[in-house]
């Protein structure tokens, strides 16, 4: 499937700035599954310089500086992304969750996309023992992994009450469980706190959802602005595997992958130091429409 | 020494024997000074002859006296558990570490080795990665790390080398053999406080030192120093240390080794990154630095690609390294090998990255992260000690630090067990390790205590250098498994030994101190505003005390003669906010009370003082220990507490003490700040401020209409009566009054001489160009010019006004030419679905 991505982000503030130092990661790169025809951004005003280049992760980062005042920065992404259908994988066919565990400990390869790097607790994702068992009950001794994966998004959908509001972009893990409640941000981030904290690794994912058409009854959250889900791996033979616990679905053609890190703030679409404002309000509108 | 037939000897030996006798080294444990036969080793006997025939009371003597020089230094560290911060008094040890010579080759060749193994380990983390892609260090040990740096995989070190300074924590087991405990490459501490050590026992037992053989430890400074300006490619960048601040506990060593290695101190604020490199934001604009000694942990460098939150760290400084246009010391990254599972490798990755087996052992430490070790060590929990993998402590552990397997509870037990299983990745095990004691002074005897010791390396060229010398970690009591200051353990400093000469230590003043002072002339933006709202926040206390003081003294005059006066008083301190507003009809001992206690009043003595104080706190390297004492008992002084009651004499007396220590303040200021630049900020403040403390107590007392009584007490507020007594011998006059404090340039507190200095210190500061007035110059000339052409009877409130109007533009405009207000963008993220 081919999708035209747009996305507008616009950060106001509530005085000129002065001087503004950001990163942006907010343009989609090839990854296994997914080609990048064409990506571009436009950024206001014109920043005073500008740099490309791309993280570990394999992310592209695009670093600005702006000099003249300004009470808004606006970057516009307009992007044509295919999306590869992917083969569905048997979860009776991968291996037993303990035996993934052990295989990603004593991994060898640190490249980017290495279980290694998704293992540990991170800056937002910390290891917390409500969350820890409340997965453990997806995981009885010698079940499949991705089967116990299925069994813990759909629990997740269940258990907790989609809510915009109810958290903000800074609530941890445990805070959220805790509510029960929150956004997909949240979503994710309880689901990978679990799964690392029996020792698997999960890796978040920042992107968009196909949207819904008007009258698309499925009702699928996060299709209206930007999304997020959980990469599990699952082996070396069988992989990484995309889930959304926010809709309890595996990620198929309807994803498109924006950036990949340890959880939101290895992806966060906007970094900055900037000089002048106090109060500043960031937003964005999100379209991704199939290309017939 | 029996085989010796001289009687001096044996009379020594005796007095040796007696001086130590009662000391007992702790049951199976190796002690520094005594043999397990109860014999004083041979290397200690020389020195401990000597310091015994001294006899206890002057030994305390002596060991009081390097007490005072920490003291007077202002050597101190901070305590982080403690609520108030609270700054501690350094805690020296008097009896140094003896270390042999041949012993100490042997420390100098395993820890060069080591320095060396870590180098290589690093290069290859963030480099071709063979050794995880060869299975000799596992993957999840590397990316586990907080401190593996993802920004700088792929990317060399400027200047070529990860580690250019790196501390080791050693301890010497049971079976005597020295181990290392633990390595220190993120931004090690402890090589300012060895100084400060070494200066105070030097100067407390100055001929037992020079007698004693000992290696100093200067050259290995100056060694560093030359290395560290070799590194600069152009002659002009300056070199820095970027701290994070006085909140550290070590900020004392930050700023010692600035000074003492000749270096800019600078926080995250007073840094920039352009294209073309890294700059130092500077009162006389960007200055080019290339060079930094980091003392800041690597994850708070940058806000831009590493933690977001960061308030320390400078925007794009990864960017600058990346490109080459900054050398940091230690490289971004290197806490890598700092990790405890490390120690888990690094012996068996000698033999492949050096060639060679390590030379000096490691503790025995065993990572969980693989099935069969984990298998083992569970079994065998009782053995050994259960630590942290990579960091102090980690979330979702059990327990912080580390904890002996044998001192678990059965509950703890179970959930770190099931912690394991699920995770072996975090932890690892290490053999229990017996650490040996040495002497401690406690009670007019020697004692013996556990201890660890610190030894620091510099990269000089292509090769390490060990400091001879180091700093020695004490328990506190017996048995200490860890040793850290954070837990109220004392230090010592350690004397290496040699038979060959020490340089001549008679020369110079300061045998450890090196002449070097490089640092003169540059002055951080940051550290002038700071300096600036210091002079303002100490003078507008010394009007708030002065306030108060005439408030008091009118009592005596009977309450219906001093009432005009007395409202007129209270009038201006409601108007500064030093008093509640609508207490003008309270009594004068509650409004005096109010502006002396009420911390929550923007005007009160306390709350101008608290911010006098912590703005002096994030520039304190810049003042003089003296300074900072008087600027600290101002504060112990205006946070004390009052008795309750009518009680002006007390308050009176608090009200002198506060003038007598503003006095003080400003003579040190005067003497003693090195930085010509900062001493002008420190003074344009407290000028502009007794300028528009003057204008307001002009207008409040002599205009338009005269308070009765409002004339002296104006004088009296001015602190001008003795002149004005002198000059004019009658009862005070309008015109003469204002004449004497509006326009007299001869006057200290007039308004004129206020501008006479604001103009001298405009015109010296780096921006004022050539012979044109730089805007800020211009506004103040403006100004002045107008006052010194009035006549003291044309003088009116319109005029004053006027004045205020324009200091306060002056005090705007340094801000904006010399004040950077950096924020981090907090974006409220409104569309995440």
Known sequence: MIYDVRQTTTCGYASPVAHAHHVLRLTPVHRDGQRVHVAALQILPEPTRRREGADFFGNRLTWIEIEEPHETLTVRLAARVAVDSIAETQPQSTPCWEDVREEGFAASDIGLLSPAHFLFPSRMVSLDPEICDYTRESFPPGRPIFDGAIDLI??????????IGATTVTTTPPMSFALRRGVCQDFAHIMIS??????????????????????????????????????????????????????????????????????????????????????????????????? | MSAQPDNAVDQTDASLQRFVAGYRPLPGIFDEMMDPAGRVRAHWQPFLSMLGALGGEEINRRFAAADRYLRDSGVFYRVYEDAAGLERPWPLSHIPLLIEPTEWR????????????????????????????????????????????????????????????????IGRGSDGRWWVLSDRTQAPSGAGYAIENRLALSRAIPDIYRTTGVERVAPFFQAFQSELFALNRQDDARICLLTPGPMNETYFEHAYLARYLGLLLVDGEDLIVRDDGVFIRTVAGLRRTEVLVRRIDADFSDPLELNAASRLGVAGLIQAVRDGKIIIINSLGAGLVEARAMLAFLPALAPAVLGADLKMPNVATWWLGRADVRKEMIERLDEVVVAAAFT??????????????????????????????????DYVVQEAVTLSSMPVWRDGRLQPRPFTLRLFLAKIGERWQVMPGGFVRIAEHGDAHAVSLQRGAATADAWVLTHGPVGDTTLLPHPERMPVQRAAGLLPSRAADNLFWVGRYVERAEATLRLVRAMINRI???????????????????????????????????MARAALMRSDLQGSLPYLVGSARSAASVIRDRFSP???????????????????????????DRVEAGLRIVAALSGLAQENMSQRAGWRFLELGRRIERALVTCRLVRCFALPINVDGGLDVLLELADSQITYRQRYLMIAAPVPVIDLVMLDPNNPRSVVFQFDRIEAHLAALPKSSGGRLSPVQQIAASIATRLRTAEAASIDSELIMDIEQALMKLSDAIGAAYLINTERSDFEWEALA
């Open chain 1, 154 to 163: 759909t629990r997740l959908k269940a258990d907790i009450v989609y809510e």
């Open chain 2, 392 to 425: 102090e402590s980690m979330a979702g552990m059990p327990f912080s630090g580390e904890a002996l397997g044998t001192k678990l509870g059965d509950a703890q037990r179970q959930e770190l067990v099931r912690s394991i299983r699920d995770r072996g990745v």
């Open chain 2, 106 to 169: 042997d420390l100098v060749a395993g820890l060069t080795q080591r320095a060396e193994l870590l180098e290589a380990v690093l290069a290859d983390c963030y480099g071709p990665a063979t050794l995880t892609g060869e299975g000799r260090l596992p993957a999840a040990l590397v990316a586990g790390n907080p401190e593996f740096l993802r920004p700088f995989v792929g990317v060399a070190p400027p200047g070529g080398a990860h580690l250019r300074f790196y501390a080791v924590d």
């Open chain 2, 556 to 590: 005596a005059e009977g309450y219906d003669a001093a009432a005009p006066v007395i409202s007129s008083i209270a009038a201006l301190l409601e108007a500064w906010n030093a008093i509640p507003a609508d207490s003008q009809k309270a009594s004068v001992v509650f």
């Open chain 1, 194 to 292: 679990g799964l690392r904290g029996i020792g698997l690794p999960a890796a978040y994912v920042s992107g968009y959802l196909r949207s819904a058409p008007r009258a698309d009854a499925t009702g699928l959250h996060g299709s209206e602005a930007m999304h997020a889900w959980v990469l599990l791996w699952c082996g070396a033979s069988a992989g990484w595997i995309g889930l959304d616990p926010t809709n309890a679905i595996l990620v198929k053609e309807e994803h498109v992958m924006l950036a990949i890190g340890r959880d939101y703030t290895d992806v966060a679409p906007v970094d900055g130091v900037i000089v002048g404002s106090r109060g500043q309000r960031m937003e964005v509108s999100v379209s991704v429409t199939p290309v017939t």
């Open chain 2, 626 to 652: 003296d300074a900072w004492r008087a600027l600290s008992d101002l504060a112990t002084l205006a946070s004390a507490q009052l008795s309750i009651g009518p009680s002006e004499s007390a308050m009176t």
